[in-house]
Structure formats: structure tokens, C-alpha cells
């Protein structure tokens, strides 16, 4: 019996990478560009190489970098503004305040509250799942959670007369809706803006307005479905029925402050990652002292849910430290600076260097999509292709934070059909669709998404979107 083939983690994808680099530090000439200190264009014409290959060491001395330095020398890099030390102690943090505020019942009570107060209302009970739904996957992250709200939803559906489609449609398709267009969320857009080099969250104005097109678009393709396909019952059934507490709007009323203060900070403030880590380790003091005091959880609990939260994320932040350790074994980013990335980007962008740079943009998307199917894990993701892409982006005339749009639409996206998203699949599972029968259902509203994140792509081509 053949055992099923698994891909590869994204920790293994990106050892294997540092094997190749090292071995092709042996023969691959280090380039370097000729440009100002003082500017941020570069051009082709301006590359150089050094006479002769500049073989990695084994293992590095004195600091220097080494193939078995890789990972701590990439964890150390950098400072608390950016990757990757910056980065990996923002994950850490807003994970452990995300784990504590999920501890608390709170956000699940919010959307079985949302539920039970608009199921009997057709027009309404659809677009508040599906907005509610989106919002959790744009503000944190909402991903694998879908699974259990499906295992919740599904049967109240079932009694509505709704199928399996649209329980997934308005839980999992919606957060990664949300998810791909999101202005904040801190485990996807934060990494890859940090890698880049970009303000963390900076952008955000075409990202919110392409979160609302999307959603709408979203909302409008679920509730004709829905519409379309839900069969006659009877209503009359009793529902259970969830209430919020004082707890628990004292918990959202909080979340929702601090998510207004990092917009305000971020907008009006200037505010950066340690200011942005500082302002979630609030949030997670809050609603461990209310939790306490409404007794909804001890201290000790909320502690404990911290490290939990924390350990969840534990593995992007390694992602991030070893992608970090890749660039340094590569030279570093430094285009000044010899270095085989620099060699690297060169001839990569020579090959695409007389294609229209919207074209160019649009590829970049396009490359994304096909590459989240190998790493489904955004931060993975953004740890493996945004060390290059953004240097990358810079020698074919697309702006970084375009780049960083396409890494975006094309993992959030295609989450919504590649069978290799665990998440995906365990939604299926839980309400019985085979991937087959999903695939099928769902390629033309993919088609639909694929339409509109073109259009978004070549529309801040257009704009130098920055």
C-alpha cells in the first residue's frame, strides 16, 4: 500500500533551499549594483560580479555567516523595527494576546450570538455571517477556527434549509476573503511589509477598499447561491439559543477599542512594530483583568492561554528567522554589496526586463497563487518568496508594496481551493464534501476572484501603489 504523498513543510522547503545555496556559493559569482547611496533606482546596466566564487564557511566564526549559523544568526538579525528579531517578537506577542482573548469564549459567543439573532431573518442571516466571517479573517487572522464553527453552523443550516456549500461559503470562504484582502492582519501582512522593508500595515487605504469590493462580491455570490439552492422547512423548529453576557461585551467592546487605537496609531501616529506589539500586549492585560473579574477565567488561565498563543505561532517566527538566515548566507540584501541574491535578481530580471512592468506586476500574483500550493502557510509563504520578490520588484519597476499585494491575493485566494490547505479540507470533512465535489462548485467564483485580483493588480500598477 502506497503511503499518500504530503508536501513538504515549509521549514524543510527552506532548509533544502540553504543546502542549494551553500553548494552554490562553490561556483556562482557574487553581484553587485552601482548605484547612489542616496537612491532607490536601480537598473541593470549598473550590475557588476566579482572575479571569482565566495564559498560559504560550514560553520561561521566571530559572527561571520555560516551553513550551521543559518538559523540563530537569522533569528538575531536585524532590530526591533523590522525582521527579523522586530518580527519575531511582534508574532509572539500578538499571538499570546489573540490566545488569551480566544480563551475567553468571547468571539465565539459573538458569532453564535450573530447567529441566533438573524437566522430567522432571511435577508439578514447570510451577509452578517459572511461580513462577520470576512472581518475575522481581515482583522486576525481567521483561518483554521472556520473548522469549528462549521461543525456548529452546519446543523443549524441543515434545519434552514441550507446545503454544505453554504455553510462553507459564509464561515471558511469568507475569512479568506477577509484574509487576502486584509489592511491588518498581523500573521500575514506584517511579515511580508517587515521582509520588504515596508511601514507595517502602511497602504492601507486600497487595501480597505479592495476588502470592501471583494466582500460585497463574496456576499453577493453566496446569498443567490443560498437563495437558489436552499430547500423548504420547517421554521418552526426551536433554535438554541446563545446570549451574550456582560463579560462578554465588555471583552468585544475592548477588542474593538484596540483595534480602533492601532488604526489611529497607525494612520495618525506613525506607530511601528513596537508600538504595534506593545498596543496587542494591552489587549491581552485587558482581557486577561476582566476575564478575571468576571470571572470567566483565573490569572494562571490566562497565562497559560498567552504561551499557547504564542507557542501556535511559534513556528512562523522560526520561518521568519530562518528566511532571514537564508538572505545573510546569500550575502545579504544589500544591493551595494556583493552577494549571490544580488546575482540572483539580476538574471531573473533580465529575463522578464522587456515585458510591460504591469505585466511584470500581474506575474508576480500569478506566481504567488501557483506557489501556495506547495506552502499553503502565509506566513511560510511570505518567509520563502518576499526576501526576493521585493528586491526583485525594485528592478522591473513595481513597487514593493504592489508585491507585497500580489504575495496577498495570491495566498489568501487560492486557500479557497488548493487541496493542500488543511484548513479547507477540514471544512469539508466536518460537513461531508469530498474536494472533488467542492473544486467543481466553486472554479467559477475562483475565476470571478482571479478576474478581480488582476484588476486590482494592474490598477496599483497604475498608481505606483506605495
Same mark, same amino acid.
Given at each position: 500500500m502506497h503511503q499518500k504523498y504530503k508536501m513538504p513543510d515549509a521549514f524543510v522547503i527552506l532548509m533544502m533551499m540553504v543546502v542549494l545555496c551553500y553548494l552554490a556559493s562553490f561556483f556562482v559569482l557574487p553581484g553587485f549594483f552601482n548605484t547612489p547611496e542616496q537612491t532607490n533606482t536601480v537598473m541593470l546596466s &549598473? =550590475? $557588476? &560580479? %566579482?572575479?571569482?566564487?565566495?564559498?560559504? +564557511?560550514?560553520?561561521? /566564526?566571530?559572527?561571520?555567516?555560516? =551553513?550551521?549559523? !543559518?538559523?540563530? /544568526?537569522?533569528? !538575531?538579525?536585524?532590530? @526591533?523595527?523590522?525582521?527579523? #528579531?522586530?518580527?519575531?517578537?511582534? %508574532?509572539? #506577542? *500578538?499571538?499570546? +494576546?489573540?490566545? !488569551?482573548?480566544?480563551q475567553t469564549k468571547a468571539i465565539d459567543n459573538g458569532v453564535m450570538s450573530l447567529i441566533n439573532n438573524t437566522q430567522k431573518i432571511d435577508w439578514l442571516f447570510i451577509p452578517s455571517l459572511f461580513v462577520a466571517f470576512s472581518l475575522g479573517g481581515a482583522i486576525f487572522g481567521m483561518g483554521e477556527e472556520a473548522i469549528a464553527f462549521c461543525i456548529v453552523l452546519y446543523p443549524i443550516m441543515q434545519k434552514l434549509g441550507y446545503n454544505a456549500y453554504v455553510t462553507v461559503l459564509v464561515t471558511y470562504v469568507a475569512t479568506q476573503i477577509g484574509f487576502a484582502t486584509s489592511p491588518m492582519n498581523p500573521f500575514s501582512i506584517a511579515i511580508a511589509q517587515s521582509i520588504a522593508g515596508l511601514e507595517v500595515f502602511s497602504g492601507a487605504e486600497l487595501r480597505v477598499a479592495l476588502t470592501a469590493i471583494f466582500i460585497v462580491v463574496g456576499m453577493v455570490f453566496t446569498m443567490r447561491y443560498a437563495k437558489h439552492s436552499r430547500k423548504s422547512v420547517d421554521c418552526s423548529t426551536p433554535q438554541s439559543h446563545t446570549q451574550l453576557d456582560a463579560v462578554d461585551k465588555v471583552l468585544l467592546i475592548a477588542f474593538l477599542a484596540v483595534i480602533i487605537w492601532v488604526i489611529y496609531g497607525v494612520t495618525a501616529k506613525g506607530y511601528y512594530i513596537p508600538e504595534l506589539a506593545a498596543q496587542f500586549f494591552v489587549l491581552?492585560?485587558?482581557? *486577561?483583568?476582566?476575564? @478575571?473579574?468576571? @470571572?470567566? &477565567? *483565573? %490569572?494562571? /488561565? $490566562?497565562?497559560?492561554?498567552?504561551k499557547h498563543g504564542s507557542a501556535a505561532l511559534l513556528p512562523a517566527a522560526m520561518l521568519v528567522g530562518l528566511a532571514k538566515g537564508l538572505v545573510l548566507l546569500l550575502g545579504g540584501s544589500e544591493l551595494n554589496s556583493p552577494s549571490m541574491l544580488n546575482t540572483l535578481l539580476y538574471h531573473c530580471a533580465s529575463v522578464i526586463s522587456d515585458i510591460p512592468d504591469v505585466i511584470a506586476a500581474w506575474s508576480m500574483y500569478v506566481f504567488q497563487s501557483v506557489f501556495n500550493f506547495f506552502v499553503s502557510s502565509g506566513s511560510g509563504q511570505a518567509a520563502i518568496t518576499m526576501p526576493i520578490m521585493a528586491p526583485l520588484a525594485d528592478l522591473i519597476g513595481v513597487s514593493r508594496q504592489t508585491a507585497v499585494l500580489a504575495f496577498q491575493l495570491g495566498d489568501g485566494l487560492t486557500n479557497i481551493i488548493i487541496p493542500t490547505s488543511a484548513s479547507l479540507i477540514g471544512c469539508l470533512g466536518v460537513v461531508n464534501l469530498s474536494w472533488g465535489d467542492w473544486a467543481k462548485f466553486i472554479w467559477r467564483f475562483m475565476l470571478v476572484l482571479f478576474g478581480l485580483s488582476t484588476l486590482a493588480m494592474v490598477f496599483a500598477q497604475l498608481i505606483n501603489y506605495q
Open positions: &549598473q =550590475f $557588476s &560580479q %566579482i572575479a571569482s566564487p565566495a564559498p560559504m +564557511a560550514l560553520f561561521g /566564526e566571530g559572527g561571520t555567516p555560516g =551553513f550551521f549559523n !543559518v538559523l540563530f /544568526e537569522g533569528l !538575531v538579525s536585524g532590530d @526591533k523595527n523590522g525582521a527579523a #528579531i522586530g518580527v519575531i517578537a511582534f %508574532i509572539l #506577542i *500578538t499571538g499570546g +494576546a489573540f490566545g !488569551v482573548l480566544m491581552g492585560l485587558i482581557v *486577561t483583568v476582566t476575564a @478575571k473579574l468576571g @470571572k470567566r &477565567q *483565573t %490569572i494562571s /488561565e $490566562s497565562v497559560d492561554a498567552f
